[in-house]
């Protein structure tokens, strides 16, 4: 008696919902993985795996910043021309004769002045980040077409070495055989989570994202909260233009911006990976890998890239679905 | 006494800034360079400025309903590069028209079916739709443009005239008169308003939401599928080039934009259609004054800033703050 009843509490579509709401990603994540090493037995090897992260690290640092806005309830559209156009900035100022150090910071700078023009649009004015973000998206790309006079590409690598030693080596050096771009990726991994999960202003963000109006009441400071995601967004895309820029030797405009379509996977993606769907850190940077992962199967397959915005769509819709199922439970 | 009038004066300048800053603007433009204002000129930005209010109307009437739609340049892509292929492979290209609003129609109830049962938020929905329109449109042609040789009949809609108008033009206008009778003067229209307008409020009338959602998801999608043939009349045949997000700039510029003409900042048809003409004007006039198309872009931007930001002030006026 006992035993069927458990058999039927086993099948009952209730549990099987429940299983996948719960497990359903990370499994669905694992299972594909597999398929890809199935079907491919490159996409497993170290070699290939060490590539992967290295080249994810670009796309860590945007969709971090994208976290950090999203989970705020904000968006921010313009991370990808951010990083692009910081990247370009910098080639051009260094092929113009500028120090590698000087030119850095102007990229850095860049991205500062963005994010502080976003935030003060979107923060204190009260413009909707999505539309807000999408014409800043189209403003700084037009700086960058006219900097470069119609999109030409900023080679760097023509130079001698010896002016852009210090910035190439950024992206192309490493540290005990560990690249430098890692590196970075890591810390500011650390950092972004320890401002998230740890700090003060990561659990203004948390009661923001919970209720606007209550966390108004409560004291916190709701238009710098949402600024300081701004900011630190925008300034995170700068640093990972710089770093495209200084790995590849070079910058071409409008290069950057496919980066965009596979920060909204991966963060959609990594919402999976939270109990209560939000937006979190960790999530986004499995999801950044799973991204990784993905296109790197698709380059070795030779697929185009048709077919992967094809999965990129399929994907953001998959997981937010998935995210409702579990929201209707509660 | 004294501040009242000035307050007056901030009060008009508020209320009829946007069409003030428009003419101002095409005049210091068109004085610099005589030839925009020649009726050849005036004409062609007519022209030009059809498939972009097109897009402009069917994103506004999703808009109106409450809802979003970042696929709107994506589906018109589509549409256009299908039509193209189906007049290519010999199909009758007055099949194509059909063929357009169908599939328009089929992403509108995918999109509807998405947001209104799924219960996935607008965005995120219209975000993953449109990475899925431009990837197909990218397998179906392959990576290259889809161009035919003049068809008399079919390229009459985007290219011809009737006494010297764009018939373009007459279609986009006709649309836009039954859209505004449609939104304006019949009980589901003015439902689909109060729907956007507030959301709570609308329930308590007892509206049913989600059947308005999905209508204008439908409506909305039938009109771009129908906007991408016209734009393929229009180009004679699709380029291969993604613009789908210059589209839905424009598109949205216009909407926020025809809506600062309002007092209340409400959408409406006719003014999507001014805007929509303005910024295709705007785009003629600085060409013809030798800015380079590079700069364009970013003006739309600005263009799409300030105008959202004028409808948070105005908004702000009346009461109805939303910020985030």
């Known amino acids: 008696m006992e035993k069927r009843l458990e058999e039927k509490r086993m099948l009952c579509p209730d549990r099987i919902l429940d299983f996948v709401r719960n497990y359903g990603a990370v499994v669905g994540i694992l299972l594909l993985l597999i398929i890809f090493q199935c079907i491919d037995h490159r996409v497993l090897r170290l070699a290939n795996i060490w590539g992967v992260l ?18 705020v309830r904000g968006i921010d559209l313009s991370v990808a021309q951010v990083a692009d ?18 030119a850095v910071g102007a990229g850095l700078g860049l991205g500062l002045i963005v994010g502080v023009v976003n935030a003060v649009l979107m923060a204190y004015l009260g413009v909707p980040a999505l539309i807000g973000t999408l014409g800043m998206m189209y403003v700084v790309r037009s700086f960058e077409l006219v900097l470069t006079n119609g999109a030409q590409p900023q080679m760097l690598f023509t130079l001698n070495h010896s002016i852009t030693g210090f910035f190439l080596n950024i992206g192309q050096g490493d540290v005990a055989g560990i690249p430098n771009v890692l590196i970075i990726c890591v810390i500011a991994i650390i950092i972004i989570y320890l401002i998230k999960e740890r700090s003060l202003i990561g659990r203004h ?6 209720n606007v109006r209550a966390s108004f009441l409560s004291g916190i400071n709701v238009r710098k909260t949402f600024a300081i995601t701004f900011v630190l967004s925008s300034f995170l895309a700068a640093m990972a233009g710089l770093m495209i820029t200084a790995r590849a030797g070079g910058a071409t405009p409008r290069a950057v911006e496919s980066y965009l379509n596979d920060c909204f996977v991966a963060v959609y993606v990594g919402t999976l990976l939270s109990k209560d769907r939000k937006f979190n850190v960790i999530g986004t940077v499995v999801g950044c890998l799973f991204v990784g992962f993905m296109s790197n199967f698709f380059t070795l397959q030779g697929i185009g890239n048709g077919t992967k915005q094809l999965f990129n769509g399929f994907f953001i819709i998959a997981a937010v679905a998935l995210g409702t199922l579990r929201a209707k439970k509660k | 006494m004294k501040q009242k009038k000035g307050f007056d004066i901030g009060n008009a300048v508020i209320k009829r800034g946007t069409g003030i800053a428009m003419i101002l603007i095409l005049l210091i433009l068109g004085l610099r360079a005589p030839l925009f204002f020649s009726p050849e000129n005036i004409m062609t ?39 193209a292929g189906l007049i290519i492979s010999g199909v009758n290209p007055a099949l194509t028209w059909g063929a357009g609003l169908g599939i328009g129609l089929v992403m509108g109830l995918i999109n509807a079916i998405l947001v209104v049962f799924v219960k996935i938020p607008t965005f995120v929905t219209t975000l993953g739709t449109m990475y899925l329109m431009t990837g197909m449109t990218a397998l179906y042609n392959g990576g290259s443009a889809l161009t035919f040789e003049l068809i008399v009949n079919f390229n009459m809609m985007g290219q011809g005239e009737i006494l010297g108008f764009p018939i373009i033009f007459l279609i986009v206008l006709l649309f836009c008169i039954a859209l505004n009778f449609f939104f304006k003067h019949t009980r589901t229209g003015l439902r689909m308003y109060a729907c956007g307008e507030n959301k709570n409020a609308a329930d308590i009338h007892g509206i049913d939401k989600r059947k308005l959602m999905i209508l204008g998801y439908v409506i909305s999608g039938a009109l771009l599928g129908f906007t991408g043939v016209l734009q393929c009349s229009y180009n004679y045949g699709a380029s291969a080039v993604d613009y789908g997000m210059d589209f839905l700039i424009r598109a949205l510029a216009s909407a926020y934009l025809g809506s600062t003409f309002s007092k209340t900042a409400e959408l409406s048809m006719f003014g999507t259609m001014i805007s929509g003409v303005f910024i295709a004007a705007l785009s003629n006039a600085m060409v013809i004054n030798g800015f380079s198309n590079q700069i364009v872009s970013g003006v739309l931007g600005s263009v799409l800033i300030l105008s959202i930001l004028l409808t948070v002030i105005k908004k702000r006026e009346i009461g109805q703050v939303t910020i985030f």
Not at chain 1, 85 to 102: E, M
Not at chain 2, 60 to 78: K, P, R, S
């Open chain 1, 205 to 210: 963000m948390d009661a923001l994202c919970g």
């Open chain 1, 54 to 71: 290295r080249n994810n690290t670009f796309l860590i640092m945007m969709a971090m910043g994208m976290t950090l806005v999203m989970s």
């Open chain 1, 85 to 102: 156009a910081a990247g370009v900035l910098t080639a051009f100022l260094i092929l113009n004769g500028t120090s590698a150090v000087a």
């Open chain 2, 45 to 83: 930005v007519l022209k030009q400025s059809g498939v972009l209010v097109m897009t402009a109307l069917s994103i506004t009437t999703v808009l109106i309903v409450g809802g979003f739609d970042m696929g709107a340049g994506a589906l018109v892509q589509l549409t256009c590069n299908i039509a």
